[in-house]
């Protein structure tokens, strides 16, 4: 994979990320997804396959995720989603997108409609989690956790063999990045891509976002046994045919 670069986007943030600069190309953007970074397999597979495909790419970490500077505490989605538009109009510029969210990365690329839905020619969703701040964790929170992250504005929450610090800002900024009341009326190829087992966020995110686009050019595909981030060499291949289809 190519050289992580770094973007001064303040006197005190920067911002890590990974390009390729194709000129008059369409460009593949990927979004991770909470607390996740570019080590993992999926940024390194999709580089490899616009590379290949005489495409540019770019894929960022959001401020507090992985080097990028800043400490996750402190963001929310408005934040990680200016990230995004920054690097967005600083690298890609003018050329077309085609938006690809793992996640959490889903609920950004939604908002990145509104600055750039004249660039954007197709959305490839992984494992989306749109608003998951509201339906997956503050709706299930106990009266106890509620009133412990009202009062110290913070609680550590345990998923599985992770634990996320899940800060009251962070809950009440996504009330206000809310997507699933939308409709894009844009005509482009969309398609979910969700694993039958994921235990981190039901399939029904992925058919709700289908839901926002008006477009008939939109598909859910299931993948039998596949988790909630389809990293495996046999699931990056399902998700690098799915974005070729997207392209194509």
Same mark, same amino acid.
Not at 43 to 50: D, G, I, N, Q, R
Not at 68 to 89: C, E, P, Q, Y
Not at 132 to 146: G, I
Not at 173 to 188: F, Y
């Given at each position: 994979?190519?050289?992580?670069?770094?973007?001064?986007?303040?006197?005190?943030?920067?911002?890590?990320?990974?390009?390729?600069?194709?000129?008059?190309?369409?460009?593949?953007?990927?979004? /991770?997804?909470?607390?996740?970074?570019?080590?993992?397999?999926?940024?390194?597979?999709?580089?490899?396959?616009?590379?290949?495909?005489?495409?540019?790419?770019?894929?960022?970490?959001?401020?507090? /995720?992985?080097? @990028? @500077?800043?400490?996750?505490?402190?963001?929310?989605?408005?934040?990680?989603?200016?990230?995004?538009?920054?690097? #967005?109009?600083?690298?890609?510029? %003018? =050329?077309?997108?085609?938006?690809?969210?793992?996640?959490?990365?889903?609920?950004?690329?939604? #908002?990145?409609?509104?600055?750039?839905?004249?660039?954007?020619?197709?959305?490839?969703? #992984?494992?989306?989690?749109?608003?998951? $701040?509201?339906?997956?964790?503050? =709706?299930?929170?106990?009266?106890?956790?509620?009133?412990?992250?009202?009062?110290?504005?913070?609680? =550590?929450?345990?998923?599985?063999?992770?634990?996320?610090?899940?800060?009251?800002?962070?809950?009440?900024?996504?009330? %206000?990045?809310?997507? $699933?009341?939308?409709?894009?009326?844009?005509?482009? =190829?969309?398609?979910? +891509?969700?694993? @039958?087992?994921?235990?981190? +966020?039901?399939?029904?995110? @992925?058919?709700?976002?289908?839901?926002?686009?008006?477009?008939?050019?939109?598909?859910?595909?299931? +993948?039998?046994?596949?988790?909630?981030?389809?990293?495996?060499?046999?699931?990056?291949?399902?998700?690098?045919?799915? $974005?070729? $289809?997207?392209?194509?």
């Amino acid at each position: 994979m190519a050289n992580f670069n770094y973007l001064k986007i303040t006197k005190t943030r920067k911002i890590r990320y990974i390009k390729h600069l194709r000129k008059n190309a369409t460009y593949v953007v990927f979004l /991770h997804g909470f607390m996740s970074d570019l080590e993992g397999n999926k940024p390194k597979a999709f580089y490899s396959f616009a590379k290949k495909n005489n495409l540019g790419f770019l894929a960022l970490e959001y401020s507090g /995720h992985g080097k @990028s @500077s800043g400490k996750f505490v402190n963001g929310n989605i408005s934040k990680w989603t200016r990230d995004a538009h920054i690097l #967005i109009k600083k690298i890609v510029r %003018k =050329n077309k997108i085609i938006l690809v969210g793992s996640s959490m990365g889903s609920w950004i690329s939604l #908002i990145l409609f509104k600055f750039f839905e004249r660039q954007i020619h197709g959305f490839l969703g #992984i494992g989306s989690a749109p608003e998951f $701040l509201k339906y997956l964790m503050w =709706n299930k929170f106990t009266k106890k956790m509620k009133t412990e992250i009202n009062k110290k504005g913070i609680i =550590n929450l345990k998923h599985g063999e992770y634990e996320y610090p899940i800060t009251h800002q962070l809950i009440k900024d996504g009330e %206000k990045n809310k997507v $699933l009341n939308k409709k894009i009326n844009k005509d482009l =190829n969309v398609v979910m +891509v969700h694993g @039958s087992k994921d235990k981190s +966020v039901p399939v029904i995110y @992925s058919r709700k976002v289908l839901k926002v686009f008006k477009t008939k050019k939109k598909k859910l595909v299931i +993948v039998k046994n596949g988790d909630h981030s389809l990293s495996s060499q046999k699931w990056l291949k399902i998700l690098k045919r799915e $974005l070729k $289809l997207i392209i194509n």
